[in-house]
């Protein structure tokens, strides 16, 4: 299995994983809006044999009154269903978090399982003080600081791309 940047020609079939890995194509949707609107965008796609099995997302959002911290969040993340629990969405988390870091982002949120996305270092938004502007389970609302420290004192909302509101 390869860990590689999405390229044009891997639109379609990063369309179809996403579509096949939710309920509907709202992820779908969004990952093609992103693509479009969202600027910073890390998108990484998990190949096997010649053929896309994998895909993860990172786009920028923003803390209320600290507009100058770099965050990103982490959405969609998807796996085909045929390749589910093969090691592939944390292979996908991995690269996602160590090309966050290389291009100079201090933290990544993600809205997510409490029970998987603890394994990569992330912890509950709350001991930061740190909300999402959507109402969730205070469990499954996280983040990781890529840098440490990077979050002291930094509380606030945080703030998706618009395109979120339509998922």
């Known amino acids: 299995m390869l860990i590689r940047p999405e390229e044009p020609k891997d639109q379609s079939a990063v369309h179809a ?6 309920e509907t194509s709202a992820e779908a949707d969004l990952v093609d809006v992103l693509r479009k609107e969202a600027h910073a965008v890390i998108s990484l796609v998990a190949e096997d044999n010649s053929l896309i099995v994998g895909h993860i997302m990172f786009s920028p959002v923003s803390l209320s009154g600290h507009a100058d911290l770099k965050i990103m969040g982490l959405a969609p993340m998807a796996v085909a269903p045929k390749h589910q629990r093969k090691g592939i969405g944390s292979a996908l988390v991995k690269t996602g978090l160590e090309k966050c870091k290389e291009i ?3 933290a990544v949120v993600v809205l997510g399982h409490s029970g998987y996305y603890p394994r990569f270092g992330f912890k509950s938004s709350m001991k930061y003080g740190i909300g999402c502007e959507y109402e969730v389970p205070p469990e499954a609302f996280m983040v990781v600081e890529l840098q440490p420290g990077y979050l ?3 509380k606030g909302i945080i703030q998706f791309h618009a395109a979120f509101n339509d998922v």
């Open 17 to 22: 994983v996403n579509a096949s890995a939710f």
């Open 104 to 106: 100079g982002y201090g």
């Open 152 to 154: 002291q004192g930094a």
